[in-house]
């Protein structure tokens, strides 16, 4: 593989970031909306789970116990 000097490395990388396509700030803000209610919900249900696991288990223990 060829090395490339430093400016030549510079310029390859300017070239590639133009490229990107940098989302709006709409899409930021409703992306990050998206991200906080699922981790809500994902929170809540695995604290229900828990919940069920728990209760579960202690009557088990209770009755055997």
Same mark, same amino acid.
């Given at each position: ?13 300017? &070239?590639?970031?133009?490229?990107? @396509?940098?989302?709006?700030? +709409?899409?930021? $803000? ?5 991200? !906080? ?5 994902? &929170?809540?249900?695995?604290?229900? @789970?828990?919940?069920?696991? +728990?209760?579960? $288990? ?5 009755? !055997?116990?």
């Amino acid at each position: 593989m060829a090395k490339t000097n430093p400016a030549q490395f510079i310029q390859q990388t300017r &070239a590639e970031v133009s490229k990107v @396509v940098w989302p709006t700030r +709409r899409e930021v $803000l409703l992306t990050t909306g998206m991200v !906080f209610v699922l981790s809500a919900v994902a &929170a809540i249900f695995f604290s229900l @789970v828990d919940l069920i696991f +728990r209760n579960g $288990l202690q009557a088990i223990f209770t009755y !055997f116990g």
